[in-house]
C-alpha cells in the first residue's frame, strides 16, 4: 500500500518549502550587497567574502550531511539545518559589523550543507523510485520561482527596508518548514522505503561515518570551490591555481582512502553507476554552462546597454518562466519517451541559447534577449528536473542522502566552474564587452555535454538500482500490508 496522501502532501510541502528558501536567500542577497558594504563601511573583498565563506562552506559539507541523513534521518537533519539556517539569518540581520557577517554566512552554509540533500532524500524516502519525476519536476519548478521572484523582492526589501530585511525575508518559511518536517515523523509511517529515516539505525555495515573521507572530500571540495571562486577576481592567478593543485592531490588521496575503507562515504558501487554518474556530469555542465552565459551577460545588459538592475533583473524574467513551464513538462516527457529523450534536447537548447546569447549586440531588442534566455531557461528546467531524478533513483533509499549530496554539489561547483571559465575567455576584457567570447565558450561546454547525452539509455532499459531495492522492500514486506515499498 502507498503511505497516506497527507504524509507525501507534507514531506513535499518540506521539501519545496527548505529549496525556495536557500534559493531567495541566495538570489536576494546578490542584490543587496551594494547597501551592506554601504552600511557597515566594507571593503568589497570582504563583502565578496560573505558570499564566497557560505558557497566554500556548503560545497564541503553537502555530501557528508547527506550521509548524516542516511544514518539518522532525512526528516530530523532537515529540521535541524532550518532551525540553524533561520538561526543564522537572524543573526546577520542585527549584526553590528562584516566580520560577524562572515561568520554567521559559515554558519548558514553548514545549516544548508544539512537541509539541502534532506529535501532529496526525503523524497527518495517517500516516493518508489520510479514515481519521483513528478515531485522532483514540482521542486525544480519552484527553484525557478525562486529565481525569479528573488531579485525583485531582495531589491524592493533593500530598497525600503534596507539590507537587513533581506536575511528576515525566511524567517516564516523556515518556521513552516519546520513545523511541517517535525509533523511528518508523527504520522505512522510503516516498515518499508518510507520508513528509513524514522528507524534506529541498524548496526553493521552501512552504520559507520566515514569520517577520513569526509575530511577529504570537505577540504578538496573547499579548496576546489574557493579556487575558482577567486580565479576571476584575483590579481595573482598562482594562488588559485596553486589551490585547484592541492584539491586535485586531495582528491586522489581521497580515492585511495575509499577504496580501502570500510564503508567509504562515496561508495564506488554508486559513482561507477551508469545510472548516477552521467546525470551529474549533465547536471555540472549545464549549471556551468549556464552561469557562466548569465554572469557576462548581466555585465552586457547594465554597462552596455545601460540598464539598472532592475530593468536588467526583468529582461532575465523569461529564463525563470521557462524553467518553471520546462520542469513539470520535462517529468510528462521522460514518462512517455524515457530520459534522454529529454536530456538530449535541453542539452541542445542550452547550446542554442548560448550561441544566441554571443550574438547580442548593442542594436538586439528586448524580444531577442527574452528570446535567448527563455532558450536557456527550458533547456536548464528539463535537464536539471530529469538528471535529480535519475540521480535520485539510482541509488537505494539507504544511499538517497549521499545521492543528494552529490547532486547539490555539482549545482554548486557548476556555477563557479561556468564563471572562471567565461573570465578566463573574456581575458582583460570587460565581461559585458566580453558577452561573445565567453558566451561561445559555455556553448561548447553545453556542447560536449550534449554528446554525453546521445549515450543515455532510452526509454526501455535495466531497473535502477534504486527500483531493485524498492522491489526487494517490498517483497520482503509483503507481510505487512501496510508497507510503502508495495505498489
Not at 559589523?97 to 554558519?107: E, N, T
Amino acid at each position: 500500500m502507498n503511505p497516506p496522501r497527507h504524509h507525501r502532501g507534507l514531506v513535499l510541502a518540506a521539501s519545496i518549502t527548505g529549496t525556495v528558501l536557500v534559493a531567495v536567500d541566495g538570489t536576494a542577497l546578490t542584490v543587496a550587497r551594494p547597501a551592506l558594504q554601504h552600511d557597515l563601511h566594507a571593503s568589497v573583498a570582504a563583502v565578496q567574502w560573505a558570499s564566497t565563506s557560505y558557497l566554500v562552506t556548503v560545497a564541503a559539507l553537502l555530501v557528508f550531511a547527506g550521509r548524516l541523513g542516511d544514518r539518522y534521518g532525512h526528516r530530523r537533519v532537515f529540521a535541524l539545518g532550518v532551525t540553524g539556517f533561520a538561526a543564522a539569518s537572524l543573526g546577520i540581520a542585527v549584526a553590528p559589523g562584516i566580520g560577524w557577517v562572515v561568520a554567521l554566512r559559515v554558519l548558514q552554509g553548514a545549516a544548508g550543507a544539512l537541509l539541502q540533500p534532506a529535501t532529496l532524500g526525503m523524497l527518495r524516502a517517500a516516493w518508489p523510485a520510479d514515481r519521483l519525476a513528478g515531485p522532483i519536476a514540482i521542486r525544480t519548478a519552484a527553484i525557478g520561482l525562486a529565481a525569479a521572484a528573488g531579485p525583485l523582492v531582495g531589491g524592493a526589501l533593500t530598497a525600503h527596508l534596507g539590507w537587513r530585511s533581506v536575511f528576515l525575508l525566511g524567517l516564516l518559511p523556515a518556521a513552516a518548514a519546520l513545523v511541517v518536517a517535525l509533523a511528518v515523523p508523527a504520522l505512522a509511517v510503516p516498515a518499508g522505503v518510507g520508513s528509513r529515516d524514522t528507524r534506529p539505525p541498524a548496526a553493521g555495515p552501512g552504520s559507520r561515518l566515514d569520517l577520513p573521507g569526509a575530511a577529504l572530500l570537505a577540504l578538496a571540495l573547499a579548496l576546489l570551490v574557493q579556487s575558482l571562486v577567486t580565479l576571476p577576481d584575483t590579481g595573482r592567478p598562482a594562488v588559485p591555481l596553486l589551490g585547484l593543485t592541492a584539491a586535485g592531490v586531495l582528491a586522489l588521496v581521497l580515492v585511495r582512502h575509499e577504496r580501502r575503507a570500510a564503508d567509504p562515504l562515496l561508495p564506488p558501487a554508486l559513482l561507477r553507476s551508469t545510472a548516477v554518474a552521467p546525470p551529474l556530469v549533465l547536471l555540472l555542465a549545464a549549471s556551468a554552462a549556464l552561469q557562466g552565459t548569465l554572469f557576462p551577460a548581466t555585465y552586457y545588459l547594465q554597462d552596455v546597454l545601460g540598464l539598472d538592475p532592475l530593468r536588467s533583473a526583468l529582461r532575465a524574467v523569461p529564463l525563470a518562466v521557462a524553467m518553471i513551464l520546462a520542469a513539470p513538462g520535462s517529468a510528462w516527457l521522460a514518462k512517455r519517451h524515457g530520459e534522454r529523450a529529454v536530456v538530449l534536447p535541453g542539452m541542445a537548447l542550452i547550446t542554442t541559447g548560448a550561441l544566441l546569447v554571443a550574438g547580442l549586440d548593442p542594436g538586439s531588442g528586448t524580444l531577442a534577449i527574452g528570446g535567448c534566455f527563455a532558450l536557456l531557461g527550458t533547456g536548464f528546467g528539463a535537464v536539471m528536473a530529469t538528471a535529480t531524478t535519475m540521480v535520485v533513483r539510482g541509488a537505494s533509499a539507504a544511499r538517497a542522502g549521499v545521492a543528494g549530496g552529490l547532486q547539490q554539489t555539482v549545482l554548486n561547483i557548476g556555477p563557479a566552474l561556468g564563471i572562471a571559465l567565461a573570465t578566463a575567455a573574456a581575458g582583460r576584457t570587460d565581461p559585458g564587452t566580453a558577452l561573445a567570447p565567453s558566451a561561445l565558450t559555455m556553448a561548447a561546454v553545453a556542447g560536449a555535454a550534449t554528446l554525453l547525452a546521445t549515450r543515455l539509455p532510452g526509454r526501455a532499459g535495466a531497473p535502477t538500482a534504486g527500483e531493485v531495492a524498492d522491489r526487494t522492500a517490498g517483497q520482503t514486506s509483503s507481510a505487512r500490508p501496510e508497507s510503502v515499498g508495495r505498489r
